[in-house]
């Protein structure tokens, strides 16, 4: 039924995968549907002793219908990450970058700072700095203008959820955001 009114409505979506199994559902779904695209990644929060093997994930983003990797990132928020989850989320999040730029795909990522801090948005504009050129679209974007000018600086896109649209929180951040470069998006 909601193909179904999304075909009738003309709308498209990006199906996101988050380990490799709703990797591979997504591109077989967006396979069967010209309205639909496939993302492949390893969310970082899934399964952190499940290893993000490129071999693996290449060969779903060679797929016409993968359009990026993701979702991918670094996420804080939950708990304070020991050095051990850190490490491996950052180990990870760089394994997907070195895919986007192989494979010429942006990145679709995904960013939770411990709560009060901006301490993963710090760390992924340090990486992406290390890996320039890899096109991103910051998924779900809630941080602040000065955060938001440092992506925008590199080349990212902001895509911003629900929230703001009852919420003046993130009213300067929206404002700064040039309109090519400003996506709106639902999980």
Known sequence: EVLARMQ????????VGTDFKMSKAAVELAEKYDFLWASVGLHPNTNLEEDFDISK???????PKAVAIGECGLDYY???????IKKAQHER?????ELA?????????????????????EEIL????VHKGVRAVMHFFTSTKE???????????????????FTDMYDDVVRATPLERLLSETD
Do not use: M, W
Not at 8 to 15: D, I, P
Not at 57 to 63: D, G, M, N, T
């Open 8 to 15: 009738e409505s003309r709308v498209g979506a990006t199906l």
């Open 57 to 63: 994930y290449q060969k779903l983003v060679q797929h």
């Open 78 to 84: 939950r708990q304070e990450p020991s050095d051990k």
């Open 93 to 97: 999040f760089t394994k997907h970058l």
């Open 101 to 121: 730029r192989a494979c010429n795909k942006p990145l679709i990522i995904h960013c939770r700072p411990t709560q009060g801090t901006t301490n993963a948005h």
């Open 126 to 129: 340090e990486l992406l700095e």
């Open 147 to 165: 955060i938001a000018e440092k992506y925008l600086a590199l080349g990212c896109y902001l895509s911003f959820p629900g929230p703001i649209t």
